[in-house]
């Protein structure tokens, strides 16, 4: 069983930055997906960003810029630098993987953007 585990999560005032780690208990490179997405009270979830082993990146609409991922095979991490936060960018994000057509969730981290 594939688990990931997210840190990095908590209040940031609006204009702060805050950089989210997800690591797998598996090899980084059997994974054919890491990503993130968040889900704010009410709303559905929503895809923030994504990386697939071949490094390609895709993210979500509202990113604007403001947002980054990156992965690091030998830590087998997947990290999401959010910068310029905005309240509403409020959510729990978790952490995405696909590995042989199968899909896990983390557990989710708080982030919370308010002065």
């Known amino acids: 069983q594939v688990q990931l585990v997210e840190s990095g999560g908590g209040l940031v005032q609006p204009g702060g930055s805050l950089r989210l780690s997800c690591t797998a208990s598996?090899?980084?490179?059997?994974?054919?997906?890491m990503g993130w997405y968040r889900q704010a009270p009410g709303r559905q979830r929503e895809l923030v960003a994504q990386v697939l082993r071949d490094g390609t990146t895709n993210y979500g609409n509202f990113m604007a810029g403001r947002f980054g991922i990156s992965r690091d095979n030998a830590k087998n991490t997947a990290d999401l630098r959010m910068n310029s936060l905005r309240p509403e960018d409020t959510a729990v994000y978790y952490c995405?993987?696909?590995?042989?057509?199968?899909?896990?969730w983390g557990q989710g981290t708080q982030v919370t953007v308010s002065s």
């Open positions: 995405k993987a696909i590995i042989l057509g199968v899909t896990y």
């Open positions: 598996e090899s980084i490179h059997d994974i054919h997906l």
